[in-house]
């Protein structure tokens, strides 16, 4: 199995060599290790196969043996990680057999792999021999009790007629209240074991005191669904954005029951709540309505309590803004304990409102005032100015896979750019969730005014490295745009874009910032069976004057207000735009 995984609103970024999240079933408690970020010192192994993607696959594997003996110490060898990556592309690209001999040759390659075996248990799986799948899976667990996929897996072959537990049974499960308790101190300290920053903002004290004030709540009638709740505000507590749950959506499968949703949907904006749909209640409520207190809570006191549930990167609370946003229909029923009904009070009108309960709803909520670029990296031109507009919508590109996507569009942009004579560059950085440093780094060199360096943290080769930008680097004004969303490498490059004065950044605080724990070991508890995900590395860009406990704060905040949102206007693509023309 892949080793890492996490679903995400805004796409999907590999943490294999950088910041960022894989989306990926999950093999547990297996560590992800960050490998090296720059290839000056060695080449990437899968990079090189894929490069002879053209040869039958027995010949890549011979390819492969022939390089590592004849050169063992240019390329990444020791990677298994890389490796694994090359083989499960097969394997999603229903290319079994392909994957097999990947696969074969990671366990060859790395024979105290648990991970190795697991893999080949589900390439056999998906050939339908579940004699060689359950030897491997076996071996697998041998090697890693811990390894509940292997387990799972195992208890499919063995049992194919037992019928798994849906979520939305698992919602309404109740365990004993020493599983739960016993789970929470297993909780705990695998937070601290495995995350390398999970006492950096929260002392050991006050995180034993959540858990043991969460111990204090459960009941024999607590369910799982509300056990789950009590689970993510210790996981939000270290304030790692890499540490979670699964960004929700493992709360959202189970709550499939539409009469407990709440029935409107809500944006936060400015510490107001307004209605941004009013769904079944439309004969009631109206959009840009601004809600005073849900069931006789105050809404301020509400999203305040949700958003220790949020993770988040430090105290950064823009990224639990949007998180709110885009989900805000589901969180509200888990903080309020799952009403059967809901009563608001809205300004402008001192009586209750009663409302109708929801007959569906939209999770994530989408939000549409920004137009999404589809391909991740986009270029436009504004033809009466001299002006162009650079969309990075992900960093996810790595040497292994698809990085020379990502130079080739940089490089064929710039030239375009410069053949136009462009004055001003926007960069628009929202919405990015991380991905490669190898990106971010080659970006930066076509920015950059002069040399510098990324990394200065050991665990990377490339900690002395020091970069130098291209020839004819970018030399008009730059603008870089961003919000809460931008996560893992995009605060890697802006720490760096505001270090070294590159240009006017505009929006409200990034998601993250020059600090980025990584990687993920994935973890279940024993009795619940709760799925979650521990950052398990960490790595600093060359900053000194920025703080971690925040995001990268722009040099000039845009917060959208309700009216342009309704609208969908992209209130801070516009004001970029005006602050160009006045250059």
């Known amino acids: 199995m892949l080793k890492s995984f996490l679903p995400i609103l805004f796409g999907v970024a590999t943490t294999l060599l950088g910041c960022g999240n894989t989306n990926k079933t999950a093999t547990p408690l297996v560590t992800v290790e960050a490998s090296t970020n720059d290839n000056t010192e060695k080449r990437s192994i899968s990079a090189e196969l894929k490069a002879n993607g053209h040869l039958p696959i027995e010949e890549q594997v011979a390819l492969y043996l022939k390089l590592k003996k004849e050169k063992p110490t240019a390329y990444n060898f020791d990677n298994e990680d890389e490796l694994t990556m090359y083989g499960y592309g097969f394997l999603w690209n229903n290319q079994t057999d392909e994957a097999l001999e990947i696969f074969k040759l990671i366990a060859s390659q790395f024979p105290n792999s648990s ?327 080659y970006l930066l060199k076509h920015l950059a005014k002069a040399p510098f360096k990324y990394f200065v943290n050991s665990m990377h080769s490339s900690e002395h490295e020091i970069h130098q930008p291209v020839s004819n680097t970018f030399k008009g004004n730059l603008y870089f745009m961003i919000d809460g969303n931008g996560k893992s490498t995009t605060g890697h490059f802006m720490a760096l874009a505001k270090e070294l004065s590159l240009g006017t950044i505009v929006g409200e605080e990034l998601g993250s910032n020059q600090l980025c724990t990584a990687g993920q070991t994935v973890c279940r508890l024993k009795n619940t069976k709760l799925q979650y995900y521990v950052a398990n590395t960490a790595s600093r860009v060359a900053v000194k004057t920025l703080p971690d406990t925040t995001g990268v704060l722009p040099d000039i905040t845009v917060i959208q207000p309700i009216e342009d949102y309704l609208n969908n206007i992209d209130t801070v693509k516009n004001h970029t735009l005006k602050l160009t023309e006045t250059k």
């Open 115 to 441: 991970n190795a075996y697991d893999s080949l248990g589900e390439a056999y799986m998906k050939k339908g021999n579940m004699e060689l799948s359950l030897k491997n899976y076996e071996k697998s667990l041998a090697m890693n009790p811990d390894n509940f996929n292997a387990e799972d897996q195992i208890e499919r072959i063995k049992f194919p007629n037992k019928k798994p537990i849906t979520p939305q049974e698992k919602f309404v499960k109740v365990y004993s209240v020493e599983d739960y308790k016993a789970d929470l101190d297993q909780l705990g300290h695998k937070l601290i074991e495995i995350s390398p920053n999970a006492l950096k903002f929260i002392s050991k004290e006050d995180f034993w005191a959540i858990i043991n004030q969460k111990k204090s709540l459960i009941t024999p009638q607590t369910t799982y669904g509300q056990f789950i709740w009590h689970c993510s505000e210790i996981i939000a507590s270290i304030n790692c954005s890499h540490t979670t749950l699964g960004g929700f959506w493992q709360e959202s499968e189970m709550l499939k029951d539409v009469s407990l949703i709440f029935p409107l949907q809500t944006r936060w904006v400015n510490d107001k709540l307004y209605v941004v749909d009013a769904m079944s209640n439309s004969d009631v409520v109206k959009p840009k309505d601004e809600l005073l207190s849900i069931n006789g809570i105050t809404v301020s006191k509400l999203v305040n309590d949700i958003y220790k549930h949020i993770e988040s990167q430090g105290y950064t609370e823009t990224t639990k803004k949007h998180f709110f946003n885009s989900w805000s229909t589901e969180l509200i029923p888990y903080a309020l304990s799952f009403p059967r009904a809901y009563t608001i009070t809205i300004k402008g009108n001192e009586n209750p409102i009663i409302l109708n309960k929801a007959k569906d709803f939209k999770a994530p909520y989408r939000d549409n005032s920004i137009t999404p670029c589809e391909a991740n990296l986009c270029l436009e031109f504004y033809d009466d100015t001299a002006t162009a507009l650079m969309t990075i919508s992900s960093f996810n590109y790595y040497p292994w896979n698809n990085l020379q996507e990502f130079k080739d569009f940089i490089d064929s942009s710039f030239k375009r750019i410069q053949s136009r004579n462009i004055e001003n560059l926007i960069i628009d950085l929202r919405l990015n969730g991380g991905g490669s440093a190898e990106s971010s780094i």
